[in-house]
């Protein structure tokens, strides 16, 4: 924009000049000059070539002015587009899975046994992350069920729009060894922000078999992975 403020900068200098010019030629018109004809156009020869180099440096520092200016806008339009990521998977582009972005089902499985698959679909138009594991509530439970250590993954499950995300629970002792079991007929799968233990947004109630399901103190839970198979093998 500056390039565009100069140039009326240098219009008013040509102006002033030129009416410079015109008034000392009002004045000159008022009295006959006495000086030879040769001093007078010598003199009109050195006044023009003056005034024409004033000019012309005017010019050219305008120029380089505007041409400065036109180069800083545009770096400064590149650095401000740069600074805007376009990559949807981006990490300054997600946003975290919760039960307002997506789809939650609780389902027992017959193998392996005692366990039970929660799956997790991003019906949202943005990737989201799923964070650490579920956090798991049957009922009114006082407790949080322990996440599986060894199921961490190395990176973020971060689901595209339209991708499924697991996580594998083990609601009993196969050998009887859980202490005080019950059966639950409410779920509440909690979400976890950026940090441990942070809310990451609404939770989800997913329907459970109309019989209930069985759990005791052996419950717990895996971290949120991509593969069904790996969140059941453990």
């Not at 322990?146 to 961490?152: A, G, L, W, Y």
Request: charge should be neutral.
């Amino acid at each position: 924009m500056r390039k565009y403020r100069a140039l009326p900068v240098a219009l008013l200098a040509a102006l002033a000049l030129t009416a410079c010019q015109d008034g000392t030629g009002t004045k000159d018109e008022g009295a006959a000059s006495s000086e030879p004809a040769s001093s007078i156009t010598a003199k009109a020869e050195e006044t023009s070539g003056a005034t024409g180099a004033k000019d012309a440096n005017s010019g050219t520092a305008t120029g380089a002015k505007g041409g400065a200016s036109g180069t800083t806008t545009e770096a400064k339009g590149g650095n401000s587009r740069a600074a805007k990521p376009t990559d949807p998977a981006d990490p300054a582009n997600r946003v975290s899975c919760n039960g307002s972005n997506t789809t939650v089902t609780a389902q027992p499985v017959a193998r392996p046994l005692n366990h039970m698959l929660i799956t997790v679909k991003n019906t949202g138009s943005k990737y989201c992350d799923l964070t650490y594991y579920p956090v798991l509530r049957f009922d009114e439970m006082q407790w949080v069920p322990r996440p599986v250590e060894d199921s961490q993954p190395q990176a973020v499950t971060t689901l595209a729009p339209g991708e499924t995300g697991y996580a594998g629970v083990l609601l009993s002792a196969a050998d009887g060894s859980g202490e005080h079991g019950r059966t639950s007929h409410k779920l509440t799968v909690g979400f976890q922000g950026r940090t441990p233990n942070s809310s990451g947004g609404p939770s989800a109630l997913p329907k459970l078999p109309a019989k209930g399901v069985y759990y005791d103190s052996s419950l717990t839970v895996t971290y949120w992975l991509r593969d069904m198979d790996e969140a059941l093998s453990y």
